[in-house]
């Protein structure tokens, strides 16, 4: 289900959406089965960044891959 969220900084919205992923995750929603929507082309570039470098271990764990990144899955 979409959820919309308003936040005071974009620090505070990326770390709730890799949280949030991970949550997602840990219930049993495959990577393939989320998606982030962003109005601009560098919120998802951020965004991008900011799961690969806070799921890579979740993503790496659940693939056996050590390359993997989240925003492929």
Known sequence: MPELKRFSSE?????????????LHGGGTAWKDMAVLVRYSRQGE????????????????????????????
């Open 11 to 23: 620090d505070g919205e990326l770390a709730y959406i890799v949280e949030r992923a991970k949550a």
């Open 46 to 73: 951020r965004v991008a960044k900011a799961l690969e470098a806070g799921c890579r271990a979740v993503v790496c764990a659940s693939t056996g891959n050590t390359s993997a990144s989240a925003a492929a899955y």
